[in-house]
T-cell receptor, first 114, second 114 residues
Framework: DGGITQSPKYLFRKEGQNVTLSCEQN?????MYWYRQDPGQGLRLIYY???????QKGDIAEGYSVSREKKESFPLTVTSAQKNPTAFYLC?????????????FGPGTRLTVL | QKEVEQNSGPLSVPEGAIASLNCTYS??????FFWYRQYSGKSPELIMS????GDKEDGRFTAQLNKASQYVSLLIRDSQPSDSATYLC??????????????FGEGTQLTVNP
């Protein structure tokens, strides 16, 4: 059963804590992405990676960090430096070969700072 | 000017009507265009992709692209209450400029009334 999984579904964090959100895919996709969505808004790109051991900052990378040690996995750490981390976090992936750029999303993690 | 703009909504149509969702983009070099459907509390689901000028039909959905006018639209025929969701327009600038990043509009909320 191929797809993108994210865990946990809900996450609560105290101020000053770092938390790590998991994203795993078994679609053999090369590229992976992290987005943030705030209520009533579109998606904003945090980080993306097109190959293992390489990643690029998106539009709102400050206060976040990522790693890409395996093709299947792209975890996102929300650090204490992120001033307003409460949001819906979405992971996506896509193939990089071929002519098409379709991205597919995981179910998301809803992070709340207490 | 925002890179991707959608009609602000919310949009309300009666069951069986045609729903028309519109999106404009600012970068003339944009190559790929996508429509995602997002139900409340869920992650976006890809419903249409379009890469060349003209119409692309898939069931009750038709995507229309006009690169000269920098305009992409989504028509939903015979609208059903289950189509009630937020529709996100996403644009890809192309490999050479953006590494296949997607830029999203803020979404249009559609309600189909029985």
């Amino acid at each position: 059963d191929g797809g993108i999984t994210q865990s946990p579904k809900y996450l609560f964090r105290k101020e000053g804590q770092n938390v790590t959100l998991s994203c795993e895919q078994n679609l053999n996709h090369d590229a992976m992405y992290w987005y943030r969505q705030d209520p009533g808004q579109g998606l904003r790109l945090i980080y993306y990676s097109q190959i293992v051991n390489d990643f690029q900052k998106g539009d709102i990378a400050e206060g976040y960090s990522v790693s890409r040690e395996k093709k299947e996995s792209f975890p996102l750490t929300v650090t204490s430096a992120q001033k307003n981390p409460t949001a819906f976090y979405l992971c996506a992936s896509r193939m990089t070969s071929g002519a098409y750029n379709e991205q597919f999303f995981g179910p998301g993690t809803r992070l709340t700072v207490l | 000017q925002k890179e991707v703009e959608q009609n602000s909504g919310p949009l309300s149509v009666p069951e069986g009507a045609i729903a028309s969702l519109n999106c404009t983009y600012s970068d003339r070099g944009s190559q790929s265009f996508f429509w995602y459907r997002q139900y409340s509390g869920k992650s976006p689901e890809l419903i249409m992709s379009i890469y060349s000028n003209g119409d692309k039909e898939d069931g009750r959905f038709t995507a229309q692209l006009n690169k000269a006018s920098q305009y992409v639209s989504l028509l939903i025929r015979d609208s059903q209450p289950s189509d009630s969701a937020t529709y996100l327009c996403a644009v890809n600038k192309g490999r050479e400029t953006s590494g296949s990043r997607l830029t999203f509009g803020e979404g249009t909320q559609l309600t189909v009334n029985p």
